[in-house]
């Protein structure tokens, strides 16, 4: 069979998530080496609080083993209504929620409710890997603004004002940033939604799975700001704040054309995400967020360690991310030169080098648009962190 004839453009397009062709290179490493100390992933490294596993187990038992409704069981969206009011200022109404199998359902499920083929998307650069699949499969045109290290990896109001053009159909960006770890503030998202609140016929989507890992000042959504009222889509889930990643839990508020875009479109591929979780995460939502906020902790004192261990070593600049679990330091320093067998000229030469000869896995930076970084995860353990940093400074140390 010809495969390249059976497989659709759309998909042969499409890349190979970075994230995991880097993970997928360090577990095979593993079979032959037994040092080999991944931070290439974007989970948190803590299980599922005991509670909600409770929640679940209990779910079961009582019977929440049936289809649910598309849009997602009503007493899971009563709770993402009080959650969203309680922690962002944000009023839904029933009918502006629905749930999805992850984040990554709701995004891709705005996308393709939105996009149409041509249609511009504007991206916040560095972005998640998958925001440009999900953006292209949906027929539509990526537009990504660059923002450096030196302005905090945050694009500017300027910036934004000067992307903008009549095909723009949507903005798109996570805060916390997944690669950066960078946190719009209350004024910067205000700056934003000048520009943006000037431009009617665009939707905000505004990526919050990190919400709950935020080191600074409370979160801050800017699907509060008066000036976008009903132009908003916020996406949130369970997966990082409650380390659910597995449970395949996200949720979207939104206006009530586009949730019942999204349910037309959901109903018909994938239906109602799982019952039990969904019974057992509304619960979450309501109960005591200690176990969330000690994994904050956590995340904090190692966030500290990794870049007080990045100042050490000459030719990285390491950013000072407010959240997430990700540093995203810049290399370019390193470009031109060489440990006397591979020249560095790219993120990607940089992290094969130190895959290689360190065994430590990162992800480059280009896979997120940046091509001078690379994203570390410190949803590790200390003693790997120091280990394997520790590796890094001394194969740098030989080069020229
Ligand atoms: C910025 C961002 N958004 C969304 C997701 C996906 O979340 P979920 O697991 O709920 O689909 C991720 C996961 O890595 C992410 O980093």
Redesign the pocket.
């Known amino acids: 069979m010809n495969v390249s004839h059976m497989l659709t453009n759309r998909v042969q397009s499409m890349e190979e998530s970075a994230t995991l062709k880097m993970s997928a290179k360090a577990r095979e490493l593993k079979t032959k080496f037994d040092d080999v100390i991944s931070l290439s992933l974007?989970e948190p490294d803590f299980d599922t609080p005991e509670h909600i596993k409770a929640f679940a187990v209990q779910a079961l038992a009582d019977g929440y083993t049936k289809y649910t409704p598309v849009t997602g069981l009503v007493e899971y969206r009563k709770a993402i209504q009080t959650k969203f009011k309680r922690d962002n200022d944000l009023e839904y109404g029933m009918d502006e929620i629905i749930v999805s199998n992850?984040?990554?359902?709701s995004?891709s499920n705005i996308c393709q409710a939105i996009v149409q083929e041509g249609d511009e998307v504007i991206v916040f650069s560095p972005y998640?890997v998958s925001y440009s699949d999900i953006v292209g499969l949906a027929g539509g045109v990526m537009v990504p603004i660059k923002a450096d290290i030196e302005q905090d990896f945050k694009v500017t109001a300027e910036q934004l004002e000067k992307a903008i053009t009549p095909r723009t159909k949507a903005i798109l960006f996570?805060s916390p940033c997944?690669p950066s770890g960078s946190v719009f503030t209350k004024e910067e998202l205000e700056d934003l939604a000048r520009v943006i609140s000037m431009h009617k016929n665009i939707l905000v989507i505004a990526?919050e799975?990190?919400e709950y890992i935020n080191f600074g000042k409370k979160h801050f959504s800017i699907g509060a700001i008066d000036s976008l009222a009903g132009r908003v889509a916020t996406v949130n889930?369970m997966?990082k704040g409650f380390a659910m990643?597995g449970w395949r839990l996200?949720y979207m508020g939104g206006p009530a054309w586009l949730v019942k875009a999204c349910a037309k479109l959901q109903g018909q591929v994938t239906s109602g995400a799982n019952a039990f979780g969904q019974k057992a995460a509304s619960q979450a939502l309501l109960a005591d967020l200690g176990p969330t906020m000690k994994m904050k902790e956590a995340f904090a004192i190692r966030r500290e360690l990794v870049i007080n261990l990045f100042k050490n070593i000459p030719g990285i600049k390491c950013n000072d991310p407010k959240g997430a679990f990700y540093v995203f330091p810049d290399i370019s320093e390193y470009f031109g030169k060489s440990d006397g067998h591979i020249t560095i000229n790219s993120s990607e030469d940089f992290c094969e080098a130190i895959l290689e000869n360190t065994h430590v896995a990162l992800v480059p930076g280009i896979a997120f648009g940046n091509g001078n970084c690379f994203r570390l995860s410190y949803a590790a353990s200390e003693e790997n962190l120091t280990d394997a940093i520790g590796r890094i400074k001394k194969y740098l140390s030989s080069f020229k």
Do not use: L, M, V
């Open positions: 974007g992850g984040a990554k359902q995004i998640w996570s997944n990526d799975i990190y889930g997966a990643t996200g």
